[in-house]
């Protein structure tokens, strides 16, 4: 029953939520490959773009915690469709863009539209998915973000190549019309698609969805039970909240210059590279770097699969993540002391796999002790926090040294210092580690 049940609740979900969090991590970090135009067409340089890609998060911060309590209360049929329609309508008014500050308006109201989609999205499936399948349908789950970077580099850089002047728009234009309208669509197809509770799935047989109700509702009162946080104040009062906090906010440094900076470090090199043979940096396509760029991202994918059906079947998810983040450290070290396209591409992708896998691990931790309100609002509060820290401060950082030093040779070994502390913190958390998962012969 088990096997049938989590087999079918994961073909109708998963594979539809992916879809949703590409488009998402499209709107959310397309900027990177438009900033290749937006230096000519509207004077940015590498401090204004920082901080534009930066203040998203802020805003994110505010509202993410509040929209997973909406969600909680709404349900995530319309809470869900509610967010991806109103970040599709202000992704696709990027076209409207005319200089600094507008780029700043737009980033901060695109952060406040987003805030709570990722969240929700994994407080979603906490309602569907039985604790020892979590690593593995959350990592599955998770290789979005980076399909979002295997799909959108090359994308990106195709729009903004090819669709230059056409209609009198300049390609960047393009890039955020034509990735924000399909997010609309698929916030309105949400509304009819999702189903908010298992005693609500029509697509169950009615055994199998007396069957899944129970078994969650058997694993919520375990948790309970265990002296687990289920109220909004348990969750703020709570040590490991805040630990975990940190944690992420570790990860997030290294996750989002990876994410926003990929395209900016392969251009560079590319240009070097072209220049020491003779040739102009015009030589350099968007195109080219985009599919370059795309790189790091297949081997995150890969990577997350792998460590995802590993922390499942040792059930010891903190190990794990510890294996991963320091796998990211040496990824990240690596590429700061890289000069050429390649090896750079190489560090990276090393510095990806680590990154991108440590976070089914680290998100199958929350739901260890925290259920119901506590659940909703320690989630958000951890991503939230976590991205205010790793992408803001992060983002900041990183674009005043690139327009300092011309290099990412500083920001990439800032970043894997900082992962390291978050390597030193995940040993302090303390976790009951998961039954190993069984696999039948």
Known sequence: MEQRVVLKVMWRLVPFMIVLYIFNYLDRVNIGVAKLQLYDDLNFNDKIYGFGAGIFFPAYFLFEVPSNIMMERFGARIWIARIMISWGIISASFVFMQGEWSFYTLRFLLGAAEAGFFPGMLLYLTYWIPAKEKANVGALFMTSIAMAGVIGNPLSGFILQSMKNVAGLKGWQWLFLIEGIPTIILGVIVYFYFTDKPEQAHWLEP??????????????????????SHSLM????????????????????????????????????????????????????????????????????????????????????????????????????????????????????????????????????????????????????????????????????????????????????????????????????????????????
């Open 207 to 228: 055994e199998e969805r007396k069957w899944l109700s129970a078994h969650m509702d058997a694993e919520r009162a375990q948790t309970h039970s265990g002296h687990g």
């Open 234 to 441: 348990d969750a703020f009062r709570s040590g490991r909240v805040w630990l975990l906090s940190m944690i992420y906010m570790s990860l997030m440094m290294g996750f989002y210059g990876i994410n926003y900076w990929t395209p900016t470090i392969v251009k560079n090199l590319l240009v070097k590279e072209q220049e020491a043979i003779g040739q102009t940096a015009k030589s350099v396509s968007e195109g080219r770097v985009g599919m370059l760029s795309a790189i790091p991202f297949i081997a995150a994918v890969i990577g997350m699969i792998v460590i995802g059906k590993i922390a499942d079947w040792s059930g010891n998810r903190k190990v794990t993540l510890i294996f991963s983040c320091l796998t990211g450290c040496i990824g990240l070290l690596a590429a700061s002391q890289t000069q050429t396209t390649v090896s750079t591409l190489v560090a990276m992708s090393v510095a990806a796999i680590g990154i991108f896998g440590s976070l089914a691990p680290f998100w199958t931790l929350p739901s260890t002790f925290l259920t119901g309100t506590a659940a909703a609002a320690g989630i958000a509060f951890i991503n939230s926090l976590g991205n205010l820290g790793g992408g803001f401060a992060g983002l900041n950082l990183k674009g005043y040294l690139m327009d300092k030093y011309h290099t990412h040779t500083y920001g990439m070994m800032v970043d894997s210092g900082i992962l390291f502390l978050g390597v030193i913190l995940v040993m302090f958390i303390k976790v009951k580690p998961a039954a190993p998962k069984v696999i039948s012969q």
